[in-house]
């Protein structure tokens, strides 16, 4: 029996939430189109799956020792669901893509993977920041683990993780301040970041990354009133970065709802601060150094349900002819967008095609992932889509053209839109902003 690649999801909810039976993560038809065996996971989350304490023992990344354990799950029993374990392609979105991007960085999940997957990775400023920079063991103790002794009279306890043991886990995993840290434990992970440079453990795997295109706008708050950029970010904790030279980089649009327009700029600044600019450094010092053999970059300019805490500005407009929205008009491509594309879900969910092109962006971008993970080239073979009947790909493929990796002399990007476009790294990750943000496209390199 020839065994089939496997595709590990690792899905996201800031290490707080979520789960691997989300209706719109399904595999069923990733499996069956892309031709791939598709495992769900469940890890532990919150307080319960990382918390660390001072006691040399509560050492915390509970939540991702789950993961490095589902891969020695996969490892040792995947042939016999059809799975070949040495093609193991791990993905994930949000903090999941933390999760792929902390194996990526761990000595326990070396070899244990062959490819890597991370959707809009949050890394860099304010909120985004402890996703990708990893505290030590004293920091986190002092910013989650103390606040929660504290509320819970465990502070200064004899034996401070026994005293927590006999608090309800509901009640535990449910205060106002939880442990959603990953930390430097020593074991599944022992530096403060992933390395690009050719230092530490990191995983030597062709690697797909990218992000959508206003990633940063489900994080921020939509103003009440047209107020300006700065009240908008302050509060979220961007107040260092907010300079007047750098908010010249972020003009406030001119059109007809003024507190759009100021949204629209902060979403913008947002983007680039907690996503853009230092996934597309990943890529540069990842390619520069050759630490992967290979990695492919893309940003998604059309999306479909995003995480929209302040609807309905992640929604396309609906107008006559289009009562679930209009894509063709401009709207927030907000965090978790592309979810239902990647796993060819809307039909499953019965959500409606817009406008014709849902369905087949779907069929495209699930068979992008399915050829990564088949063949390490998210370029699908036009063989194998005309073996199986699957034209919508190939139409959209040769309009959209090849998408190549990235090259540290002549970074390229792919956009996924209907259909899609390559464009220079250096006209979408705009030098200017991400140099006035701290992130500069050398930023792994110091």
């Known amino acids: 029996m020839s065994l089939k690649p496997v595709m590990m999801q690792i899905h996201g909810g800031a290490f707080t939430g979520g789960t691997g039976n989300d209706p719109s993560l399904d595999g069923g038809a990733l499996a069956s189109r892309g031709d791939v065996v598709v495992v769900d996971i469940n890890y532990r989350l919150t307080t319960l799956g990382f918390l660390a304490l001072q006691d040399g023992i509560t050492n915390g990344n509970f939540g991702l020792g789950d993961q490095v354990t589902a891969l020695n799950w996969i490892q040792k029993y995947i042939k016999h669901f059809g799975g070949d374990p040495n093609r193991v392609t791990i993905f994930g979105q949000s903090a999941g893509a933390g999760s792929v991007r902390a194996l990526m960085a761990s000595p326990q999940a070396t070899g244990k993977f062959a490819a890597a997957i991370p959707q ?3 890394a860099g400023l304010a909120y985004a920041a402890t996703y990708s920079e990893y505290y030590d063991i004293a920091t986190e103790y002092q910013v989650a683990a103390r606040p929660i002794l504290n509320a819970t009279g465990c502070l200064g306890a004899a034996s401070e993780v026994n005293c927590l043991r006999g608090i309800d886990p509901f009640v535990l995993a449910n205060l ?7 930390v430097q434990d020593g074991v599944y992970i022992a530096t403060n970041r992933l390395q690009l440079t050719g230092k530490g453990s990191t995983a030597n795997v062709p690697v797909m990354l990218g992000f959508m295109r206003d990633d940063g706008a489900s994080f921020i708050t939509y103003p009440k009133t047209a107020t300006n950029v700065t009240s908008v970010l302050g509060p979220s904790g961007f107040n260092t970065q907010l300079t007047p030279s750098t908010l010249a980089l972020y003009p406030v649009p001119n ?11 902060s979403a913008a600044l947002a983007t680039d601060g907690e996503f853009r600019c230092l996934d597309l450094a990943t890529a540069y010092s990842g390619a520069l150094h050759k630490t992967f053999p290979a990695i492919y970059v893309y940003e998604f300019n059309r999306s479909y349900n995003g995480y929209d805490p302040n609807p309905p500005v992640c929604q396309a407009p609906v107008e006559a002819g289009f009562p679930g929205g209009n894509p063709a008009r401009e709207y927030f491509k907000c965090h978790s967008g592309e979810l239902n594309y990647v796993f060819g879900t809307l039909s499953y969910l019965g959500l409606p095609d817009r406008d014709g092109y849902d369905i087949p962006m779907s069929q495209f ?3 992008t992932w399915a050829s990564f993970a088949r063949t390490f080239n998210p370029n699908p073979d036009l063989q194998f889509l005309a073996a199986r009947g699957f034209t919508n790909t190939t139409s959209i493929a040769q309009a959209s053209g090849y998408w190549s990796m990235v090259d540290p002399e002549e970074p390229r990007l792919r956009v996924m839109q209907y259909p899609g476009y ?11 902003r991400c140099n006035a943000l701290g992130l500069p496209l050398d930023y792994y390199e110091n």
């Open 120 to 122: 809009s990775n949050l």
């Open 176 to 182: 106002s301040i939880v442990a959603r840290f990953l």
């Open 255 to 265: 059109g007809q709802n003024a507190t759009t327009n100021v949204y629209n700029a």
């Open 365 to 367: 971008v699930l068979d």
């Open 422 to 432: 390559e464009t220079d790294f250096y006209v979408f990750s705009n030098d200017q």
